[in-house]
């Protein structure tokens, strides 16, 4: 898979992603893909200062991308 495929992948699991987010006033926004195996992303909105954003970012957004590229390793949010 290329690197233009892997991130219109990470585009379509955030499009998956992103109205769970935005019913809590939340959103996210893709800031990069490293090595292709490695993806920031910005939470934003009232995801910023909630308590449970780690946990949404490792099962909820982690899990959704590694379903749509599955060579991702890891999704790290950038404050």
Known sequence: MTT???KINIEKALEEIRPFLQSDGGDISLI???DDKTVKVR???ACVGCSVN???LKSGVEMTIKK???Q???VINIS
């Open 72 to 74: 991702i390793e890891e």
């Open 32 to 34: 990069s893909i490293d």
């Open 43 to 45: 939470l934003e909105g």
């Open 54 to 56: 780690q946990m949404t």
């Open 4 to 6: 233009e495929e892997i």
């Open 68 to 70: 749509y590229a599955p």
